[in-house]
């Protein structure tokens, strides 16, 4: 079900100019109309979702896979391609711009414009373990029966 107002529900039912590199049944690749490199494509689910949380998993998997095979593409494609990054930003506070899922393949070679500022140290392996025990009882709580 396309949402109001949804710029990539309206390139998903074709009611929305997009530059389309694959399209089967549950999801569509096309050009990102702001690339980072020449080539990035963004993968979508065809029907709306907001972000993770309410995107089938068996729909993600079917956005990996096109992805994956893009990214493969990309490199075989004749653009500069010395690298791939698939990138996904699920929230505001990630950055995601537009709220419907999707999935970012472009390729990366040196001297791109791309950047990801971060603290990248080694952390301390008791604030690694405390971590990974919140991330498990998050595991928990999806496979936990609703109430
Ligand atoms: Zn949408």
Redesign the pocket.
């Known amino acids: 079900m396309?949402?109001d107002g949804?710029?990539?529900?309206?390139i998903?039912c074709g009611r929305a100019e997009a530059s389309v590199v694959f399209e089967d049944e549950r999801v569509i690749a096309f050009m990102d109309l702001r690339p980072v490199t020449p080539g990035h494509v963004l993968v979508?689910p065809k029907?709306?979702?907001?972000g993770l949380e309410d995107l089938r998993e068996d729909v993600g998997a079917r956005v990996w896979t096109v992805a994956h095979r893009l990214g493969r593409a990309l490199r075989s494609s004749g653009l500069r391609c010395e690298g791939v990054n698939l990138f996904l930003a699920d929230g505001e506070a990630a950055f995601q711009e537009?709220?419907?899922v999707h999935l970012h393949v472009f390729p990366r070679f040196q001297g791109d414009p791309f950047r990801i500022e971060a603290d990248w140290r080694v952390c301390e392996r008791r604030l690694l373990d405390g971590a990974a025990a919140a991330v498990r009882s998050g595991l928990a709580a999806l496979d936990a029966p609703a109430r």
């Not at 949804?6 to 309206?10: K, L, Q, R, W």
């Not at 029907?47 to 907001?50: L, R």
């Open positions: 396309p949402a949804c710029v990539f529900c309206a998903a979508i029907a709306h979702a907001e537009v709220f419907h």
